[in-house]
C-alpha cells in the first residue's frame, strides 16, 4: 500500500513537471489556440475653448489627456475596427482621410507581447508612414498620429489612430 | 514419600479427573488404603483450588490468543514492508527520473524568469519622461534605432523597434506610468507631421 502511495506521488510530481516544462514551451504553441485582434480606433482631435471633451466611446484612454496628445483638449470617435490578427497576414484599414492603413502581426516574441509593423499608404503618393514596427503588449495601445482628418483641410482637425492588440 | 511413580501418576490423574472405569476404581482403593496416596490426592486439590483463586483474581482482560494477534498486528503494521529488489531499483529509477524532469522545468523556470526580471528591472527605473515640445509642430529628425533603444520604456508597456517615413518628418513620444486601471506601462505616440515634406 505505501509502495502503490509512493508511486501514485511519484506520477502526480511527473505529470506535475511535464505541465510545467510544457508551460514554460514555446508559447506560440498555446498562441495557435486562437489569434488575436487587431482594433483601429480613428480619433478626431481638435482644441476647442473651454476643458474640452473626449467622447464616452472611446473609453478611458488617459494617454490622451498627456503630452503630446493633450495639445489636443476635445476628442471625438470617429470609427472603431476590429480584424483578427494573423501572423503575416496584413489587415487593411481605410482611414477618414482616404489614406489605408495595413497591420501586420508579426510574431509573439518571448514576454508575451506582440511585433506589430504598421504602414499608412496613400494612393498616389508616397507612403505617409513606410514602416513602423512596435512590440506592444497586449491590451496596451500605441498611437499614430499628426495626420489631419482632411489632408488639405487642417481645420477639420487631426486624425490620431490608436492601435491595439487584443488576445 | 514412599509412592511409586505409578501410583503417584495414579493419585494426580484421580484429582484431574481423568480416571474413569476400572481405572477409577483402582485410584479409589489406592486412596482407601494407603495414606501417601490420600494425603498427596489431597495436597493436589488444594494446590489447584490455589491455583484457581490465584487466576480468577488476575484475569486477565483479554484472551492471551487475542494479545498474540495484537502484537503481531501491530508489528505488521509498524514494519514498513520491504519490496523485493527489482521493485526498490525501478522505484529508484522513477524517483531520478522525476528529480530530472523537475530539475529541468526548474531551470526553464529560472531562465524565463531571468529574462523577465531584467525587463522588470528595467520597468523598475523606468525612462524618465521624454521632454516634450510645447506644440505638436516641433519635430525630430527620425531617430535611429539606436536612440529608440536607449528611450526604451518598460518592457510591459510598447516599445519602437523601428520607424521610417521617407518624406515627413517624424517624432516618437513615450508616455510613461499610464494611470489606466488595466496598465501603469507606458505607451507610445508615433507623431508624423503632416505636409511638411523632408528635405
Request: glycine residues 6%; hydrophobic residues 40%; charged residues 20%.
Amino acid at each position: 500500500m505505501k509502495a502503490e502511495r509512493r508511486r501514485f506521488l511519484s506520477c502526480a510530481l511527473a505529470m506535475m513537471s511535464m505541465a510545467a516544462l510544457g508551460a514554460g514551451f514555446d508559447s506560440k504553441i498555446a498562441w495557435a489556440a486562437g489569434d488575436p485582434n487587431a482594433e483601429v480606433m480613428e480619433l478626431q482631435g481638435t482644441q476647442e475653448s473651454g476643458p474640452g471633451s473626449i467622447d464616452p466611446r472611446i473609453g478611458t484612454l488617459p494617454q490622451l489627456k498627456k503630452p503630446p496628445l493633450s495639445a489636443y483638449n476635445t476628442y471625438k470617435l470617429i470609427d472603431k475596427k476590429s480584424q483578427p490578427a494573423k501572423v503575416g497576414v496584413p489587415s487593411s484599414y481605410p482611414l477618414a482621410n482616404g489614406r489605408t492603413l495595413q497591420v501586420t502581426l508579426l510574431e509573439q516574441t518571448p514576454d508575451k507581447r506582440y511585433r506589430v509593423l504598421t504602414t499608412i499608404s496613400e494612393a498616389n503618393a508616397k507612403d505617409y508612414l513606410k514602416k513602423l514596427e512596435v512590440i506592444a503588449g497586449p491590451n496596451e495601445p500605441f498611437f499614430v498620429a499628426g495626420q489631419n482628418v482632411d489632408v488639405k483641410n487642417a481645420d477639420k482637425g487631426a486624425l490620431i489612430l490608436g492601435i491595439t492588440i487584443r488576445p | 514419600m514412599s509412592l511409586s511413580r505409578e501410583h503417584m501418576m495414579q493419585v494426580m490423574s484421580y484429582v484431574d479427573g481423568e480416571l474413569e472405569g476400572d481405572a477409577l476404581d483402582k485410584a479409589e482403593t489406592l486412596l482407601a488404603s494407603n495414606d501417601e496416596a490420600s494425603q498427596l490426592a489431597i495436597e493436589l486439590r488444594n494446590l489447584g483450588e490455589c491455583v484457581r483463586i490465584v487466576h480468577t483474581d488476575r484475569k486477565l482482560d483479554k484472551n492471551p490468543d487475542d494479545i498474540a494477534d495484537d502484537v503481531m498486528n501491530e508489528l505488521e503494521r509498524r514494519l514498513a514492508p520491504v519490496g523485493s529488489l527489482a521493485e526498490r531499483r525501478r522505484n529508484a529509477a522513477l524517483t531520478a527520473m522525476i528529480t530530472g524532469a523537475m530539475a529541468i522545468a526548474a531551470g526553464w523556470f529560472l531562465f524565463v524568469r531571468g529574462q523577465s526580471s531584467g525587463n522588470l528591472n528595467a520597468q523598475a527605473n523606468p525612462t524618465p519622461t521624454v521632454t516634450l515640445p510645447a506644440m505638436p509642430s516641433q519635430t525630430a529628425a527620425t531617430p535611429t534605432p539606436e536612440q529608440l533603444a536607449a528611450e526604451a520604456p518598460a518592457a510591459e508597456g510598447v516599445d519602437v523597434e523601428s520607424v521610417e517615413s521617407p518624406s515627413h518628418e517624424v517624432s516618437v513620444f513615450y508616455v510613461p506610468a499610464m494611470a489606466s486601471a488595466s496598465s501603469n506601462a507606458s505607451s507610445v505616440v508615433v507623431w508624423i507631421q503632416e505636409g511638411e515634406a523632408k528635405k
